[in-house]
């Protein structure tokens, strides 16, 4: 038997149960749940009434901590932790390359007599300096100021993240350099909550909300993700390099049969899921659904929305508890938006919305005549943000990686554009022309404006093609990418839509100073806005070929590839956008952009490398061993000998133009190293692929040394 054979044969049958401590059935999650989480009540309980009502302060409207309670609040979580197993603490960070980083501290102090103490100190929770020199900073941080420093945020409750062999306290902080500027995603995303929550609350207090105190967006993100049995991954070194295979032929069967998407899902994987979603909920973090995505060997798990910050950090543990686990059943998760040529790719669906301290969701139409007039205003600020903003939500999603997704056929297009559905369009409309519209419109009575229409509450259309999709009560960014941090992404979204509910908060309030009556001035205000920007909505097929040309018309950027995006990054509109809300400042914005397109570059240089080796050195070899066999086999194979000679010199040259290409970097900065791998880089790998794949379905099986799409997407 073949090596390949012996492989498909042990992903089969090798998985085992054994010393896999199966989690307790789902009817205890509410005794799982958050139990490794420093709630605020658990901290609560542990502290003096002063200090933890000082500590209040902090967590939840940001006043700084007072470094007299530090200690104590230190001493109460390291107890807590200890409590747990927990040997050491970390701070743990989300630097630019968009996972996150930790570094571990062990609790135990040696003394000077031989013994040693646990010690965690104020100082130390509220502080800690990683070295930073290896962490890209886009420029911010000089090289002789290597030093960067993490500072704790009380915002996002501390956890502990186990191992076989122990635990650790996590402390959820921001990575700043000594300067002061954010190395991080996490600073930008709490400033850009808090530009949210001072223009929401002046908008709302227009509506005669006064008694909101907070106003949050809260994001639920979906993530897509696929499983291949650890046999064929470590076969694989494209997977392991590149996280997406570099060759493969399209399987006779692909996801055509429509038969996996939603379909049972396999044992093994449910097993997984089960042990996956137990941690997910000790974590408190709240997993929902679970199911077969559309692709074969795709999945996808579903949290329930939580304020953004908490839901970002959530995120990222979701992530890493999908990786680490499936190793425990014999399994690799990939997170790569597009493992698999020719297969659906994956994304993360953030769902985001708005919501006050008093649970109104901002989003939602709502039953009252004064909800509906909320929501509007509001939802038409998202529209004014996306129309205006189109190059950064392109941005904030753009790399290496989704590029492969983004515009093709499966998956939102590059196109910015956003689907509100038809009811809702028609609201707008009706507004617009002033009309009271059909019988559905029952109008604000009593609030003198006989010209708001009733919004329909069961906006029930969906729109699976829109990368900005209302679907009832928020709003759904399709095309971040599936091992994307949120973010950017919804720091991006934040910023957007406080800018533009400050622009129209503003228009109302100048109206109403010149004694226009608020009714009239907010219908006045939703004409203009939607008006200028309703060449944003787009309700139709975004995949379609029409659409691109109706956007041209609409004038709509179409920012093909990340290159093109992340070059809109920095501009004046951005620039005085960030700076105005105080996100980020220039230097900040720039240093952003410079990282990722170094990002989009390095990714793009290595997959063309490995593409190089393992066509030299696997595939080649395997295709000439074969044609040697062809050689030997006399007459007979003389037709396919010379099919795959002719074929072999294809693949020859490809490569040779390849290795070309591969010594080049295409200048000395980032950008032009970017354009170079887009440009001549990407295309010279797609050729080498074309010809190894025609390649791989004729070449003998036992002398192709990958194993296939058709193993790795269907042995389960
Ligand atoms: P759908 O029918 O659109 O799939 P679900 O209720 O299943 O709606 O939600 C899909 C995702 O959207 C879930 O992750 C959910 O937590 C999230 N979501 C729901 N409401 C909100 C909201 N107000 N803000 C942010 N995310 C939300
Ligand atoms: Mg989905």
Redesign the pocket.
Request: aromatic letters at 10%.
């Given at each position: 038997m073949s090596t390949r054979d012996a492989d498909i044969l042990s992903a089969a049958r090798n998985w085992r149960m054994d010393g896999i401590q199966l989690p307790s059935p789902a009817a205890v999650v509410s005794e799982v749940f958050a139990t490794d989480v420093l709630t605020a009540n658990e901290l609560r309980a542990r502290l003096s009434k002063p200090v933890w009502r000082s500590l209040q302060a902090t967590m939840e409207r940001g006043a700084p901590i007072d470094p007299a309670i530090a200690d104590t609040v230190a001493l109460a979580m390291k107890t807590w932790a200890m409590e747990k197993g927990a040997t050491h603490y970390t701070h743990w960070f989300q630097p630019l390359t968009g996972s996150t980083a930790e570094k571990h501290e062990s609790f135990v102090v040696p003394t000077s007599d031989g013994t040693a103490i646990s010690q965690f100190t104020g100082k130390e929770l509220i502080q800690g300096e990683p070295d930073a020199s290896s962490f890209p900073s886009g420029g911010l941080r000089a090289t002789f100021e290597a030093r960067g420093y993490t500072a704790w945020d009380p915002t996002s409750p501390a956890f502990i993240l186990r191992h076989a062999n122990g635990a650790t306290l996590t402390v959820p902080t921001a990575f700043a350099s000594f300067t002061g500027e954010a190395l991080d995603h996490k600073t930008p995303l709490l400033r850009s909550m808090e530009a949210l929550n001072t223009h929401a609350k002046r908008a709302l207090a227009l509506f005669g909300d006064r008694s909101v105190t907070k106003v949050s967006s809260?994001?639920?993100?979906?993530q897509e993700y696929f499983l291949i049995d650890e046999e064929f991954f470590y076969r694989r070194p494209d997977l392991v390099m590149c996280g997406r295979t570099l060759f493969g032929a399209k399987p006779p069967r692909g996801q055509e049969l429509e038969d996996h998407y939603f379909g049972s899902i396999p044992d093994r994987i449910l097993t997984y899921m089960t042990d996956v979603e137990h941690q997910l909920f000790s974590l408190g973090i709240p997993v929902?659904?679970r199911h077969n995505e559309v692709a074969p060997g795709q999945y996808e798990f579903?949290?329930?929305?939580e304020h953004t910050n908490i839901a970002a950090d959530h995120q990222q543990l979701v992530m890493q508890v999908l990786r680490n686990t499936a190793r425990r059943y014999g399994l690799v998760c990939l997170m790569h938006e597009k493992p698999f040529a020719g297969v659906n790719g994956s994304g993360k669906h953030v769902?985001?919305?708005m919501?006050t301290d008093s649970g109104v969701?901002l989003?939602d139409p709502g039953d009252t005549p004064h909800d509906n007039m909320v929501f509007l205003f509001f939802c038409a600020a998202v529209i004014r943000a996306v129309d205006l903003h189109q190059d950064l939500l392109r941005a904030c999603v753009a790399s290496a990686s989704n590029d492969h997704r983004l515009g093709a056929n499966e998956a939102p297009p590059a196109i910015m554009s956003m689907f509100l559905g038809q009811e809702l369009t028609e609201v707008y409309e009706r507004i617009l022309s002033g009309k009271r519209g059909g019988s559905k419109a029952s109008g604000l009575l009593g609030l003198g404006t006989p010209v708001l229409p009733h919004i329909p509450l069961h906006a029930g259309d969906r729109n699976r093609t829109s990368p900005f999709a209302f679907?009832?009560?928020?709003f759904?960014f399709r095309a971040v990418g599936s091992s994307q941090s949120i973010s950017f992404p919804a720091t991006v979204l934040n910023t957007i839509v406080a800018a533009s509910v400050d622009a129209m908060t503003t228009m109302i309030e100048q109206r109403m100073k010149k004694k226009v009556a608020f009714e009239t001035a907010l219908v006045e205000v939703l004409k203009d806005t939607y008006t200028k920007h309703s060449r944003i909505v787009f309700n139709g097929d975004g995949y379609s070929a029409k659409w691109h040309k109706e956007a041209e018309k609409r004038g709509l950027l179409n920012l093909r590839t990340a290159v093109d995006a992340i070059e809109t990054v920095v501009g004046p509109k951005n620039i005085e956008l960030f700076s105005t809300y105080g996100v980020l400042s220039s230097r900040e914005l720039e240093a952003r952009q410079e990282v990722m397109m170094e990002q989009y570059f390095k990714t793009v240089n290595i997959e063309g490398e490995t593409t190089e080796w393992i066509a030299q050195t696997q595939l080649l070899p395997g295709v000439f061993a074969y044609l040697r066999d062809l050689g030997a086999a006399g007459e007979a194979a003389g037709g396919t000998h010379q099919l795959i000679s002719t074929m072999a010199n294809d693949f020859v040259s490809a490569l040779a133009r390849l290795r070309a290409q591969n010594e080049e970097l295409g200048g000395d900065t980032v950008h032009a190293k970017a354009h170079h791998m887009r440009d001549a880089v990407l295309p010279a790998m797609m050729e080498v692929r074309r010809t190894a794949d025609r390649l791989e379905r004729v070449v003998a099986h036992h002398h192709w040394p990958l194993p296939g799409y058709r193993e790795m997407l269907f042995v389960k």
């Open positions: 809260t994001v639920g993100a979906e929902r659904t579903a949290p329930i929305f769902n985001w919305s919501s969701n989003l679907t009832g009560n928020k759904e």
